[in-house]
């Protein structure tokens, strides 16, 4: 019977172990070379810029409560998009692996 228990909790183990990412990975389309600066504001809540050739291509914010989200410039004019003006458009990133 304890054979049969270590085979079990080896094969949760494992399962759960394919579901952990080793960390946080680059947006959509941001390639592995973008320039990276990280700030934190008063609040707690952590932004990173990705810029590629000084260009800004997208924002993560990593709030101090709540999920982390992106924030895309998607036809390169260097400003985040919108649907709207005075609202940008966010993407969660709620699973990863």
């Known amino acids: 019977m304890s054979a049969f228990r270590t085979a079990v909790l080896a094969i949760a ?7 952990v990412s080793p960390g946080a990975s680059l947006p959509d389309g941001i390639p592995a070379d973008a ?3 990280t700030r ?5 809540d952590r932004i990173t810029e990705f810029r590629v050739a000084g260009q800004l291509r997208a924002v993560q ?4 409560r709540g999920p982390a989200y992106f924030l895309y ?3 390169g004019d260097g ?6 003006d ?12």
């Open 61 to 64: 914010v990593v709030p101090s």
């Open 13 to 19: 183990l494992l399962g759960l172990s394919a579901c």
């Open 73 to 75: 410039d998607r036809d």
């Open 35 to 37: 320039e990276q600066v």
């Open 40 to 44: 934190t504001e008063s609040n707690g």
């Open 79 to 84: 400003s985040i998009d919108s649907d709207r």
């Open 86 to 97: 005075d609202v940008p458009q966010t993407y969660f990133k709620l699973f990863g692996w």
